[in-house]
T-cell receptor, first 115, second 114 residues
């Protein structure tokens, strides 16, 4: 059982380049999330998708776009990478948003460096 | 927007000492979750608290949810080196139209000195 799979694990980009981070979950979860983690800043929500077909901005959406391709997949795109986007990116999924939501399962993370 | 504040940011303890991290929200939460992240790893779910005043225990870990559902704490009794990592609280709050956000605190990084 793979859980949440992120690709790639590591990436170095030049300023201005674009790339897409892929995320897939095999738990039939409705909700998916993208977070970035920076030293001393904890986990900050970039975008989330409460269910297939919907996406919403989180705390730090600027410079990113997302696509909920289907129930399994939720991708994060950087159109023009900037050094400030150097971070560790985590994708997560949970069964259902709401009062009785269950735990969020995280992928292994993508370490992105923008030079 | 929703703020989830967590203190302290760092804590160094001698093995065998107790440890507590506190989480406070500016708004009432639907529930609160706690996660642990080992160095170099990803966050892993520990527990969820839903009811006002709820207390849950997992071996040496005790989790509390405040009466007003705005604050929470995690207490570890007699820390061990295996407790090393960063502990995050995460608050779930509705953001309208049936949509919810899971907002994390900045975490408390625990170091345990053998």
């Amino acid at each position: 059982n793979a859980g949440v799979t992120q690709t790639p694990k590591f990436q170095v980009l030049k300023t201005g380049q674009s790339m897409t981070l892929q995320c897939a979950q095999d738990m039939n979860h409705n909700s998916m999330y993208w977070y970035r983690q920076d030293p001393g800043m904890g986990l900050r929500l970039i975008y989330y998708s409460a269910s297939e077909g919907t996406t919403d901005k989180g705390e730090v959406p600027n410079g990113y776009n997302v696509s909920r391709l289907n129930k399994r997949e939720f991708s994060l795109r950087l159109e023009s990478a900037a050094p400030s986007q150097t971070s560790v990116y985590f994708c997560a999924s949970s069964e259902q948003p709401g009062h009785w939501s269950t735990e969020a399962f995280f992928g292994q993370g993508t370490r992105l460096t923008v030079v | 927007g929703q703020q989830v504040m967590q203190i302290p940011q760092y804590q160094h303890v001698q093995e065998g000492e107790d440890f507590t991290t506190y989480c406070n929200s500016s708004t009432t939460l639907s529930n609160i979750q706690w996660y642990k992240q080992r160095p170099g790893g990803h966050p892993v779910f520990l527990i969820q608290l839903v009811k006002s005043g709820e207390v849950k225990k997992q071996k040496r870990l005790t989790f509390q949810f405040g009466e007003a559902k705005k604050n929470s704490s995690l207490h570890i009794t007699a820390t061990q080196t295996t407790d090393v990592g960063t502990y995050f609280c995460a608050g779930l709050k509705g953001s309208g139209a049936g949509s919810y956000q899971l907002t994390f605190g900045k975490g408390t990084k625990l170091s345990v000195i053998p």
